[in-house]
């Protein structure tokens, strides 16, 4: 039996008998996918997952009324969030149009694609244009410590310029000059949080 240590008091134990000199070995963490685990719980109302090492997309929530309060599922390994997941958490999918009851969703320190950043965002937008500020609660969107950086195997906080790098400088040595655009994700992101048109959707980014 060989045991390795690899930090903070962890091992990984090989039950077989093997010669390692000077060879590198790579391990890779295997995780739970609960894409699809949550579908049709129409009374959820709290989750608390972290640190579960659980892993893919994000649950989705399917048929879901609503009523979810906190979701919390830091320190897992989720990569991906598919687009209309927070309106099935919120009840506008069903075209639900009473208050949702959402308070928190902390996604902190997963590794999510920069897309699955931009569709939070997007999803974020429409879910409070939908129910507007009258029929929603403060919500918070926690995304911090999910840019991942894989040659140290660290996490840290995206900026927004690299989240919303879609726009275009204004030129003007066109004919007529071309002005600028901005990326549209940067403008809905600018239309939430305080002081903004919908000051009850929060996105923490760092």
Known sequence: MLR???GNGARIVL???QNFSNKTLYFQ??????TNFFNGCKDLRDVYLSGCSLGATIPVFKGNRGKLRYLILSH???SKYERGTLANISGKANDQVSKPALEKIDLSNNPLTKTSIRD????AYEMAEFHTNGRLKTIRIILTN???NFADGKLS???IEEICDQGRDADPTTNPPTPAVEDRIRVLFNKMGSGNTFTRVQIELN
């Open 4 to 6: 390795l240590k690899i």
């Open 76 to 78: 897992n390994l989720f």
């Open 157 to 159: 906080n995206y900026k």
């Open 15 to 17: 039950t077989e008998e």
């Open 29 to 34: 963490r295997s995780c739970q996918d609960v």
């Open 120 to 123: 939070i965002i997007e999803d």
């Open 146 to 148: 999910t840019k991942a």
